[in-house]
Protein backbone atom coordinates (compact mmCIF):
# COMPACT_ATOMS: atom_id res chain seq x y z
CA UNK A 1 0.00 0.00 0.00
CA UNK A 2 2.90 2.03 1.02
CA UNK A 3 4.75 1.41 -2.06
CA UNK A 4 1.43 2.57 -4.17
CA UNK A 5 0.68 5.62 -2.68
CA UNK A 6 4.59 6.67 -3.00
CA UNK A 7 4.05 5.76 -6.76
CA UNK A 8 0.74 7.75 -6.92
CA UNK A 9 2.64 11.27 -5.50
CA UNK A 10 5.92 10.79 -7.74
CA UNK A 11 3.33 10.07 -10.77
CA UNK A 12 0.95 13.37 -10.26
CA UNK A 13 4.85 14.82 -10.09
CA UNK A 14 5.94 13.74 -13.30
CA UNK A 15 8.85 12.07 -11.99
CA UNK A 16 8.77 8.75 -13.78
CA UNK A 17 12.44 8.32 -13.93
CA UNK A 18 12.56 8.35 -10.06
CA UNK A 19 9.43 6.10 -9.64
CA UNK A 20 11.09 3.55 -11.47
CA UNK A 21 14.12 3.69 -9.59
CA UNK A 22 13.18 4.13 -6.31
CA UNK A 23 10.07 2.54 -5.80
CA UNK A 24 10.78 -0.90 -8.01
CA UNK A 25 14.51 -1.49 -7.60
CA UNK A 26 16.57 0.63 -5.86
CA UNK A 27 19.83 2.33 -7.01
CA UNK A 28 22.78 -0.30 -7.15
CA UNK A 29 26.34 1.06 -6.40
CA UNK A 30 27.73 3.69 -8.86
CA UNK A 31 30.95 1.62 -8.95
CA UNK A 32 29.06 -0.85 -11.34
CA UNK A 33 29.00 0.62 -14.63
CA UNK A 34 32.97 1.00 -14.35
CA UNK A 35 32.86 -3.07 -13.86
CA UNK A 36 30.37 -3.93 -16.48
CA UNK A 37 32.76 -1.61 -18.88
CA UNK A 38 35.90 -3.25 -18.26
CA UNK A 39 37.05 -6.48 -19.88
CA UNK A 40 36.79 -9.06 -17.05
CA UNK A 41 35.39 -12.58 -17.69
CA UNK A 42 31.44 -13.01 -16.36
CA UNK A 43 32.07 -15.30 -13.64
CA UNK A 44 34.75 -13.00 -12.06
CA UNK A 45 32.25 -9.63 -12.79
CA UNK A 46 29.70 -11.35 -10.65
CA UNK A 47 31.94 -12.57 -8.42
CA UNK A 48 32.84 -8.76 -8.39
CA UNK A 49 29.11 -7.07 -7.43
CA UNK A 50 27.70 -9.88 -7.12
CA UNK A 51 24.11 -11.14 -9.14
CA UNK A 52 21.82 -8.72 -7.55
CA UNK A 53 23.33 -5.83 -8.51
CA UNK A 54 24.10 -7.38 -11.80
CA UNK A 55 20.20 -7.94 -12.26
CA UNK A 56 19.59 -4.37 -10.72
CA UNK A 57 22.07 -2.85 -13.43
CA UNK A 58 20.41 -4.43 -16.26
CA UNK A 59 16.81 -3.30 -15.27
CA UNK A 60 17.81 0.01 -14.35
CA UNK A 61 20.84 1.19 -16.91
CA UNK A 62 20.91 -1.17 -19.97
CA UNK A 63 17.08 -1.97 -20.66
CA UNK A 64 14.45 1.11 -21.43
CA UNK A 65 12.07 1.60 -18.88
CA UNK A 66 8.83 -0.34 -20.68
CA UNK A 67 10.85 -3.37 -21.19
CA UNK A 68 12.47 -3.70 -17.91
CA UNK A 69 8.31 -2.86 -16.55
CA UNK A 70 7.41 -5.93 -18.62
CA UNK A 71 9.80 -8.38 -16.62
CA UNK A 72 8.94 -6.74 -13.79
CA UNK A 73 4.89 -7.11 -13.73
CA UNK A 74 5.57 -10.33 -14.98
CA UNK A 75 4.24 -9.93 -18.31
CA UNK A 76 7.52 -11.40 -19.57
CA UNK A 77 10.34 -14.00 -18.14
CA UNK A 78 13.98 -13.20 -18.58
CA UNK A 79 16.33 -17.09 -17.92
CA UNK A 80 19.41 -16.37 -15.79
CA UNK A 81 18.57 -12.40 -15.13
CA UNK A 82 21.81 -12.08 -13.38
CA UNK A 83 24.06 -12.77 -16.48
CA UNK A 84 20.87 -11.40 -19.47
CA UNK A 85 23.31 -8.85 -20.21
CA UNK A 86 26.97 -11.07 -20.20
CA UNK A 87 26.14 -14.24 -21.39
CA UNK A 88 24.50 -16.31 -24.11
CA UNK A 89 22.07 -18.92 -23.17
CA UNK A 90 23.31 -21.96 -24.73
CA UNK A 91 25.35 -23.42 -27.25
CA UNK A 92 25.72 -26.86 -29.22
CA UNK A 93 28.76 -28.26 -29.98
CA UNK A 94 30.44 -31.16 -31.92
CA UNK A 95 33.65 -31.36 -31.02
CA UNK A 96 36.01 -32.51 -34.23
CA UNK A 97 38.60 -35.49 -32.44
CA UNK A 98 40.98 -36.01 -35.13
CA UNK A 99 42.67 -39.34 -32.98
CA UNK A 100 42.69 -42.45 -34.61
CA UNK A 101 43.73 -45.49 -31.92
CA UNK A 102 44.27 -47.75 -34.72
CA UNK A 103 46.95 -45.95 -36.20
CA UNK A 104 49.57 -46.17 -33.19
CA UNK A 105 48.15 -43.27 -30.89
CA UNK A 106 49.17 -44.51 -27.22
CA UNK A 107 46.74 -44.99 -24.44
CA UNK A 108 48.06 -41.88 -23.34
CA UNK A 109 47.92 -40.15 -25.85
CA UNK A 110 44.08 -40.45 -26.69
CA UNK A 111 43.68 -40.08 -22.82
CA UNK A 112 45.76 -36.78 -23.11
CA UNK A 113 43.98 -35.53 -26.40
CA UNK A 114 40.03 -36.23 -25.25
CA UNK A 115 41.44 -34.44 -21.95
CA UNK A 116 42.80 -31.57 -23.83
CA UNK A 117 39.47 -30.63 -25.67
CA UNK A 118 37.43 -31.53 -22.55
CA UNK A 119 39.62 -28.66 -20.76
CA UNK A 120 38.37 -26.68 -23.98
CA UNK A 121 34.65 -27.12 -23.42
CA UNK A 122 34.85 -26.49 -19.77
CA UNK A 123 36.47 -23.20 -20.64
CA UNK A 124 33.97 -22.46 -22.83
CA UNK A 125 30.80 -23.13 -21.01
CA UNK A 126 31.80 -19.87 -18.18
CA UNK A 127 30.62 -18.02 -21.11
CA UNK A 128 27.03 -19.90 -21.47
CA UNK A 129 24.75 -19.08 -18.64
CA UNK A 130 22.30 -22.57 -19.26
CA UNK A 131 23.72 -25.33 -20.89
CA UNK A 132 26.23 -26.37 -23.17
CA UNK A 133 25.09 -29.60 -25.04
CA UNK A 134 27.91 -31.85 -26.43
CA UNK A 135 26.53 -33.26 -29.94
CA UNK A 136 27.25 -36.64 -31.16
CA UNK A 137 28.60 -37.54 -27.81
CA UNK A 138 28.58 -41.30 -28.16
CA UNK A 139 29.63 -41.02 -32.26
CA UNK A 140 32.34 -38.57 -31.44
CA UNK A 141 33.85 -39.75 -27.61
CA UNK A 142 33.00 -43.12 -27.38
CA UNK A 143 33.61 -44.58 -30.72
CA UNK A 144 37.02 -43.53 -30.16
CA UNK A 145 37.34 -45.93 -27.24
CA UNK A 146 35.66 -48.46 -28.61
CA UNK A 147 39.00 -50.98 -29.62
CA UNK A 148 40.06 -50.34 -26.05
CA UNK A 149 40.43 -53.06 -23.87
CA UNK A 150 37.37 -53.77 -21.57
CA UNK A 151 39.37 -52.60 -18.27
CA UNK A 152 40.78 -49.62 -19.79
CA UNK A 153 37.63 -48.84 -21.02
CA UNK A 154 36.02 -48.91 -18.35
CA UNK A 155 38.74 -46.93 -16.67
CA UNK A 156 38.83 -44.30 -19.37
CA UNK A 157 35.15 -43.83 -18.57
CA UNK A 158 35.45 -42.91 -15.26
CA UNK A 159 37.92 -40.05 -15.88
CA UNK A 160 35.33 -38.98 -18.20
CA UNK A 161 32.65 -39.36 -15.77
CA UNK A 162 34.26 -37.64 -13.22
CA UNK A 163 34.56 -34.33 -15.64
CA UNK A 164 30.98 -34.36 -16.29
CA UNK A 165 29.59 -34.08 -12.54
CA UNK A 166 28.87 -30.98 -10.98
CA UNK A 167 28.74 -30.45 -7.32
CA UNK A 168 24.94 -29.40 -5.81
CA UNK A 169 26.56 -26.45 -3.88
CA UNK A 170 25.83 -23.04 -4.24
CA UNK A 171 29.57 -22.02 -5.12
CA UNK A 172 28.88 -23.59 -8.10
CA UNK A 173 25.19 -23.05 -9.08
CA UNK A 174 26.74 -20.45 -11.70
CA UNK A 175 28.03 -23.69 -13.73
CA UNK A 176 25.62 -26.51 -14.85
CA UNK A 177 26.42 -30.20 -15.56
CA UNK A 178 26.84 -31.06 -19.58
CA UNK A 179 24.14 -32.22 -21.99
CA UNK A 180 25.97 -34.96 -23.40
CA UNK A 181 24.05 -36.03 -27.00
CA UNK A 182 23.42 -39.39 -27.92
CA UNK A 183 22.68 -40.19 -31.77
CA UNK A 184 21.55 -43.69 -32.53
CA UNK A 185 21.60 -43.47 -36.45
CA UNK A 186 23.05 -46.02 -38.11
CA UNK A 187 26.23 -45.60 -40.42
CA UNK A 188 25.75 -45.76 -43.84
CA UNK A 189 27.97 -49.02 -44.10
CA UNK A 190 24.86 -50.48 -41.44
CA UNK A 191 21.48 -50.53 -41.51
CA UNK A 192 21.17 -50.72 -37.58
CA UNK A 193 23.53 -49.28 -34.75
CA UNK A 194 25.82 -52.22 -34.45
CA UNK A 195 24.80 -54.26 -31.02
CA UNK A 196 28.47 -54.17 -30.05
CA UNK A 197 28.35 -50.22 -29.94
CA UNK A 198 25.11 -50.03 -28.43
CA UNK A 199 26.40 -52.61 -25.67
CA UNK A 200 29.12 -49.65 -25.03
CA UNK A 201 27.20 -46.80 -25.07
CA UNK A 202 24.93 -48.73 -22.26
CA UNK A 203 27.79 -48.87 -20.55
CA UNK A 204 28.46 -45.48 -20.01
CA UNK A 205 24.77 -44.73 -19.01
CA UNK A 206 25.42 -47.65 -16.51
CA UNK A 207 28.36 -46.49 -15.28
CA UNK A 208 26.77 -42.82 -14.57
CA UNK A 209 23.89 -44.77 -12.36
CA UNK A 210 26.15 -46.14 -10.15
CA UNK A 211 28.24 -43.01 -9.77
CA UNK A 212 25.15 -40.96 -8.96
CA UNK A 213 24.28 -43.59 -6.38
CA UNK A 214 27.63 -43.49 -4.54
CA UNK A 215 27.88 -39.62 -5.23
CA UNK A 216 24.33 -38.11 -4.65
CA UNK A 217 25.94 -34.63 -3.40
CA UNK A 218 26.61 -34.32 -7.65
CA UNK A 219 24.60 -33.86 -10.20
CA UNK A 220 25.36 -36.11 -13.06
CA UNK A 221 24.99 -34.68 -16.76
CA UNK A 222 21.48 -34.75 -18.74
CA UNK A 223 21.69 -37.73 -21.27
CA UNK A 224 19.75 -36.54 -24.85
CA UNK A 225 19.25 -40.10 -25.48
CA UNK A 226 18.06 -40.57 -29.26
CA UNK A 227 14.88 -43.26 -29.24
CA UNK A 228 15.13 -43.58 -33.21
CA UNK A 229 15.56 -47.28 -33.10
CA UNK A 230 13.79 -48.52 -29.82
CA UNK A 231 11.14 -50.21 -31.52
CA UNK A 232 13.63 -51.84 -34.85
CA UNK A 233 15.05 -55.09 -33.29
CA UNK A 234 14.61 -57.44 -30.75
CA UNK A 235 17.98 -56.46 -28.88
CA UNK A 236 17.16 -52.65 -29.04
CA UNK A 237 13.80 -53.03 -27.32
CA UNK A 238 15.97 -54.87 -24.64
CA UNK A 239 18.04 -51.95 -24.48
CA UNK A 240 14.63 -49.78 -23.35
CA UNK A 241 14.11 -52.21 -20.56
CA UNK A 242 17.72 -51.98 -19.66
CA UNK A 243 17.48 -48.22 -19.67
CA UNK A 244 14.56 -48.24 -17.55
CA UNK A 245 16.30 -49.96 -14.56
CA UNK A 246 18.57 -47.07 -14.18
CA UNK A 247 16.52 -45.38 -11.99
CA UNK A 248 18.91 -42.84 -10.20
CA UNK A 249 19.25 -41.32 -13.56
CA UNK A 250 15.80 -41.67 -14.96
CA UNK A 251 15.20 -37.66 -14.32
CA UNK A 252 18.38 -36.86 -16.52
CA UNK A 253 17.18 -38.75 -19.43
CA UNK A 254 15.31 -36.75 -22.09
CA UNK A 255 14.30 -38.64 -25.27
CA UNK A 256 14.40 -37.42 -28.67
CA UNK A 257 13.95 -38.52 -32.25
CA UNK A 258 17.35 -38.60 -34.57
CA UNK A 259 14.79 -39.48 -37.76
CA UNK A 260 12.21 -36.96 -37.40
CA UNK A 261 13.26 -33.95 -35.03
CA UNK A 262 15.81 -31.42 -34.00
CA UNK A 263 17.62 -32.46 -30.73
CA UNK A 264 16.49 -30.63 -27.42
CA UNK A 265 18.61 -29.16 -24.85
CA UNK A 266 17.97 -28.33 -21.55
CA UNK A 267 16.09 -25.21 -21.85
CA UNK A 268 13.84 -27.07 -24.33
CA UNK A 269 14.75 -25.41 -27.59
CA UNK A 270 15.59 -27.20 -31.06
CA UNK A 271 19.15 -26.95 -31.55
CA UNK A 272 21.39 -28.66 -34.15
CA UNK A 273 20.25 -31.48 -36.38
CA UNK A 274 22.15 -34.55 -36.48
CA UNK A 275 21.30 -35.88 -40.26
CA UNK A 276 22.15 -32.52 -41.53
CA UNK A 277 23.60 -33.73 -45.01
CA UNK A 278 25.49 -30.16 -45.69
CA UNK A 279 26.58 -29.90 -41.95
CA UNK A 280 26.07 -32.55 -39.55
CA UNK A 281 28.26 -31.22 -37.38
CA UNK A 282 27.45 -27.36 -36.99
CA UNK A 283 28.09 -25.55 -33.76
CA UNK A 284 25.44 -23.26 -33.07
CA UNK A 285 24.73 -20.67 -30.29
CA UNK A 286 21.62 -20.12 -28.83
CA UNK A 287 21.70 -16.56 -27.72
CA UNK A 288 18.42 -16.09 -25.23
CA UNK A 289 15.02 -17.65 -24.82
CA UNK A 290 12.41 -15.29 -23.64
CA UNK A 291 8.88 -16.59 -22.45
CA UNK A 292 5.87 -14.59 -22.57
CA UNK A 293 2.84 -14.99 -19.78
CA UNK A 294 -0.29 -15.64 -21.90
CA UNK A 295 -2.23 -15.65 -18.61
CA UNK A 296 -1.65 -11.63 -18.16
CA UNK A 297 -2.85 -10.94 -21.48
CA UNK A 298 -6.27 -12.59 -21.62
CA UNK A 299 -6.76 -10.88 -18.07
CA UNK A 300 -6.29 -7.58 -19.24
CA UNK A 301 -7.93 -8.28 -22.81
CA UNK A 302 -11.19 -9.38 -20.71
CA UNK A 303 -12.21 -11.99 -23.89
CA UNK A 304 -12.10 -9.46 -26.04
CA UNK A 305 -10.71 -11.17 -29.47
CA UNK A 306 -9.13 -8.36 -30.98
CA UNK A 307 -7.65 -7.07 -27.74
CA UNK A 308 -5.85 -10.16 -27.09
CA UNK A 309 -4.26 -10.32 -30.73
CA UNK A 310 -3.37 -6.86 -30.45
CA UNK A 311 -1.51 -6.89 -27.00
CA UNK A 312 0.02 -10.73 -27.95
CA UNK A 313 1.80 -8.50 -30.74
CA UNK A 314 2.98 -5.89 -28.45
CA UNK A 315 4.48 -8.59 -26.19
CA UNK A 316 6.12 -10.41 -29.27
CA UNK A 317 7.43 -6.99 -30.85
CA UNK A 318 9.09 -6.24 -27.19
CA UNK A 319 10.89 -9.68 -27.04
CA UNK A 320 12.13 -8.73 -30.54
CA UNK A 321 13.41 -5.26 -28.61
CA UNK A 322 14.93 -7.45 -26.50
CA UNK A 323 16.38 -9.93 -28.57
CA UNK A 324 18.24 -7.04 -30.42
CA UNK A 325 19.70 -5.10 -27.25
CA UNK A 326 21.09 -8.45 -25.93
CA UNK A 327 22.50 -8.78 -28.95
CA UNK A 328 23.90 -5.63 -29.00
CA UNK A 329 24.88 -6.33 -24.73
CA UNK A 330 26.82 -9.30 -25.82
CA UNK A 331 28.40 -8.17 -28.46
CA UNK A 332 30.01 -5.29 -26.74
CA UNK A 333 31.34 -7.60 -23.92
CA UNK A 334 32.65 -10.26 -25.24
CA UNK A 335 34.39 -9.11 -28.14
CA UNK A 336 36.98 -6.89 -25.35
CA UNK A 337 37.92 -10.83 -23.58
CA UNK A 338 41.11 -12.22 -25.60
CA UNK A 339 40.25 -15.78 -24.17
CA UNK A 340 36.09 -15.68 -25.44
CA UNK A 341 37.48 -14.92 -28.91
CA UNK A 342 40.41 -17.16 -28.57
CA UNK A 343 37.85 -20.25 -27.64
CA UNK A 344 35.44 -19.37 -30.63
CA UNK A 345 37.75 -19.52 -33.19
CA UNK A 346 38.03 -23.34 -32.15
CA UNK A 347 34.57 -23.79 -33.59
CA UNK A 348 35.22 -22.78 -37.07
CA UNK A 349 33.01 -19.16 -36.47
CA UNK A 350 34.57 -16.00 -38.28
CA UNK A 351 34.33 -13.32 -35.35
CA UNK A 352 32.27 -13.40 -32.46
CA UNK A 353 30.53 -10.64 -33.85
CA UNK A 354 29.23 -12.73 -36.80
CA UNK A 355 28.38 -15.54 -34.62
CA UNK A 356 26.59 -13.54 -32.05
CA UNK A 357 24.47 -11.90 -35.22
CA UNK A 358 23.32 -15.35 -36.28
CA UNK A 359 22.62 -17.11 -33.26
CA UNK A 360 19.38 -18.78 -32.54
CA UNK A 361 16.90 -16.51 -30.67
CA UNK A 362 13.98 -18.52 -28.69
CA UNK A 363 10.54 -17.69 -27.87
CA UNK A 364 7.93 -19.47 -25.36
CA UNK A 365 4.85 -19.14 -23.81
CA UNK A 366 3.69 -20.01 -20.31
CA UNK A 367 0.31 -19.25 -18.15
CA UNK A 368 -1.74 -21.10 -21.49
CA UNK A 369 -4.13 -23.04 -19.23
CA UNK A 370 -5.32 -20.30 -17.29
CA UNK A 371 -4.93 -17.99 -20.42
CA UNK A 372 -7.98 -20.54 -21.91
CA UNK A 373 -9.88 -20.75 -19.02
CA UNK A 374 -10.21 -16.96 -18.57
CA UNK A 375 -10.28 -16.01 -22.14
CA UNK A 376 -12.93 -19.09 -23.54
CA UNK A 377 -14.40 -19.80 -20.05
CA UNK A 378 -12.72 -23.46 -21.29
CA UNK A 379 -10.92 -26.00 -19.11
CA UNK A 380 -7.69 -27.17 -20.93
CA UNK A 381 -8.84 -30.46 -20.34
CA UNK A 382 -12.06 -30.52 -21.78
CA UNK A 383 -10.75 -28.59 -25.40
Known amino acids: LMREYINSILLENGLEKV?????????????????????????????????????????????????????????????????????????????????????????????????????????????????????????????????????????????????????????????????????????????????????????????????KIKHPNLKPPLLLTDQSIFNKTTSNQDLVEKLSLLKAINDNMVYYNSQKSHIINASINRMGNSNSKNNPNR????????????????LKAKQNDDLFFDLLENRLNSVFEFFSIKTKLINNRLKKIHEWNSLISRLNFENSFKMIKESLKSISFFGLSESIKTHCDIELERV
Open 19 to 211: RHRLTRLGTPPFEARKLFESDLIPLNLITSFGSDVSEQFLLLNLLPNDLADLYLSGDICLLNLNYWALKPLSIYVTPNLDIDIKQGSTYYDLMKQIFQNLSFLRMLKYYISEDMVIGNFNINYLSILHSLKPKKYRNFLELLILNFFCPYDKSSSQINPFTLQFNFTASENSKQYEENRLNKDLEFYTMINKW
Open 283 to 298: NQLLLDKILINLHSIA
